[in-house]
């Protein structure tokens, strides 16, 4: 899979700016620099240089910097040319050094080659593109404290641990005349208990970690002239959606990000669900169906000063919530109910009764959102990490073979299939680092990045 071509892109983003750079990574870049520069650059030292064109003509002035394999981003020579950030510039440079032997890299290739060269593992090399993507501070530092390889040394100690376990028990199963004593058995399950509490502990952060970057998206959704599009402007702070007396105004969604303690809260404006015979609203309320399936979370608005009891199975708009969707009861419209904002816990069921014309209850509803999605409060620098939904779903895998395990320990089942079992919790694991991973995942991941990482 590893290419000995050698490639090039623009690092910085693209439009007009004080400094543009171009990345150039391979083998032998000695023939490339000395037609670009005219020599190849003292290692690790900024060299002012003129970029040459074919015919030797100046193309820009600027920065050129040697990094030497082993010793750079990818663990290849990489030669980094830093000139006057204008697209044009940018461009005709770039179009020099593929000319003088470089290919364009592909989105990703260059931490590609960094995993590859073993620089860094795939967790760290994820979380190069999720410290670009962030939205907000915390999510940052979330993603450097991935880079940094704190999420990978919780995974490689969870895996050393049944490494060590699964020696034990495969060298049992090399002597099968000798049966295994009590007290190794009690130090398997042990073992077992522990492994289990790490993973546990690790999905945790991980999950916080998840919310941070990827953040929660919410569909407000109810009947006409509920509020949605006045609790929207409410929570934004700012008049974003039309609101009318008039039902049906919205048609469309609308969307808006907003951030609770350091979360990015993506939320939807939907159209109002009743029967109609206007085609342009019937497009909306398709649509509000569409996004209700893909949201992580539903406020159903309910006019206060109608209530229902309850409203999602008497209220004809909330009846198509699907059932497997967090889903938050907001009695709006207290001011005209003469009611105080409140939070009540019916049938497990949350709801919430606030204003969003006054603002009362709002406060209430942004801390409500963030305990339905299971947010806890951390400062990012206090363990948690930056985590894929990839990862999320590995170590939910990991756990269940663990959980399996302990389950065979306990009923004396063969100890083949408690081998099994650790050598697929394993196997799990090692996919979130990339010690065992699939080519078409690592093309997956790594197609997701900008050109020129």
């Keep these: 899979m590893m290419s000995a071509d050698i490639i090039a892109a623009i690092a910085t983003p693209p439009g007009r700016g004080g400094i543009g750079i171009i990345r150039i990574s391979g083998k032998n870049l000695a023939k490339l620099a000395e037609k670009i520069l005219g020599n190849l650059p003292k290692p690790r030292y900024a060299q002012l240089s003129q970029f040459l064109d074919n015919e030797k003509q100046v193309i820009d002035q600027g920065i050129a910097v040697y990094y030497p394999a082993p010793h750079s981003y990818t663990g290849e020579d990489v030669l980094e040319l830093q000139g006057h950030g204008g697209t044009a510039v940018m461009n005709l440079l770039l179009t020099e050094c593929l000319s003088a032997g470089a290919r364009l890299a592909q989105p990703g290739e260059f931490t590609l080659r960094a995993y590859l060269n073993n620089k860094i593992d795939l967790v760290q090399a994820e979380s190069v593109a999720d410290i670009i993507e962030a939205s907000t501070c915390e999510a940052a530092r979330c993603a ?116 609770l303690e350091g979360v990015p809260v993506h939320v939807i404006d939907t159209a109002g669900l009743r029967e109609t015979t206007d085609i342009v609203e019937q497009k909306g309320i398709e649509r509000t169906h569409v996004v209700m399936n893909n949201a992580h979370m539903i406020l159903g608005l309910v006019d206060a000063t109608h209530p229902l009891s309850p409203p999602d199975q008497n209220d004809p708009a909330l009846r198509h919530i699907p059932a497997d969707k967090p889903y938050i009861v907001v009695y709006n419209k207290i001011d005209l109910s003469n009611e105080s904002p409140r939070i009540e816990r019916e049938r497990n069921r949350i709801c919430i009764y606030i204003s969003a014309k006054t603002g009362e209850g709002i406060e209430l509803l942004r801390q409500i959102i963030l305990e339905t999605a299971g947010w806890q409060f951390h400062h990012a620098g206090e363990g948690i990490f930056t985590a894929r939904q990839r990862h999320l779903t590995a170590l939910t895998l990991a756990k269940t073979h663990i959980d399996n395990a302990q389950s065979f320990t306990k009923n004396d089942l063969p100890l ?26 690592l093309g997956e991941i790594f197609s997701h990045f900008c050109i020129g990482k």
């Design 144 to 259: 450097v404290n991935s880079l940094q390889g704190r999420f990978s040394a919780r995974i490689d100690e969870v895996v050393n641990s049944l490494i060590t376990l699964r020696m034990l028990i495969e060298a049992t199963l090399d002597f099968p005349e000798e049966e295994i004593e009590g007290t190794h058995l009690l130090y398997i399950r042990t073992k077992l208990d522990d492994i289990h509490a790490q993973l546990e502990q690790i999905f945790r952060s991980a999950r916080q970690g998840n919310l941070l970057q990827e953040g929660i998206k919410i569909a407000l959704v109810g009947a006409p002239n509920v509020g949605k599009s006045t609790l929207l402007n409410q929570l934004v702070e700012d008049e974003v959606a039309i609101v009318t007396d008039v039902p049906g105004t919205t048609r469309d969604t609308i969307l808006r990000t907003i951030t």
């Design 416 to 441: 083949e299939l408690l081998a099994e079992e650790l050598r697929l919790a394993q196997n799990a694991l090692s996919s979130i680092t990339g010690q065992f991973t699939a080519d078409d995942l």
